[in-house]
């Protein structure tokens, strides 16, 4: 991230793109730590970056952290500096990976997520047992109100799953990470399940 600038990070990602067959791109914000958060995404001296990867046609996967403090007030403020990224750019589609605070989801959603979610080409990962897991037992009934809200506010074309396989075994098991949504959210409609499984990625990947 630091680097995404320099001819030899530009270069291998159209390697990987182009010829090694990769569909898209993870990116972490916490990651300009090793720059001492002097810049961040959005200074114009990764425009070029940036071009490169709208030009590529592909996904960008956020792991999107609030640097440096790691405070809501922190999160909120990359929120919105996200929110201005994807007005700029808003052919790339972008995953917000890891799911959402369940506390930030309760109404009324903070000013900046709400801008942020109102952008068609930003997704949001389901991908709770990793973090939440580790204070709650399986199937996670606390979670369900925000998986509601998330589901009333993104509908079924905006969701992906996902469960961080090996690492989320710290947890609970592979079906378990599948199960606290698929099987404990009458809320969402069999067809849009379908497509938050697996569906959407699938047809954003060009696999569909």
Not at 28 to 45: E, H, K, L, Q, V
Not at 61 to 87: I, K, M, Q
Not at 107 to 135: D, K, M, S, T
Request: aromatic share 12%; proline share 8%.
């Amino acid at each position: 991230e630091v680097h995404a600038d320099s001819e030899a990070e530009l270069r291998d990602l159209r390697v990987a793109i182009r010829d090694l067959g990769l569909r898209g791109i993870y990116y972490a914000n916490r990651a300009f730590f090793f720059d001492g958060y002097r810049t961040s995404f959005d200074d114009p001296r990764y425009d070029v970056f940036w071009e490169t990867v709208r030009a590529l046609g592909i996904p960008v996967f956020w792991e999107l952290a609030g640097v440096p403090e790691n405070t809501r007030e922190s999160y909120l403020r990359e929120v919105d500096r996200l929110h201005r990224w994807a007005t700029r750019y808003p052919e790339i589609p972008a995953i917000l990976t890891h799911g959402l605070d369940p506390e930030l989801l309760k109404a009324p959603i903070p000013e900046p997520l709400a801008r942020l979610l109102a952008h068609e080409q930003v997704w949001i990962e389901i991908l709770y047992p990793i973090g939440w897991g580790r204070a709650h037992e399986y199937p996670y009934p606390e979670l369900r109100p925000a998986l509601q809200a998330l589901y009333d506010c993104l509908g079924g074309e905006r969701l992906v799953w996902g469960s961080d396989m090996p690492n989320g075994e710290r947890n609970c098991t592979y079906r378990q990470s599948l199960d606290y949504l698929r099987r404990y959210c009458p809320f969402i409609p069999s067809r849009d399940m379908d497509s938050i499984l697996g569906g959407n990625l699938a047809e954003l990947f060009g696999l569909a």
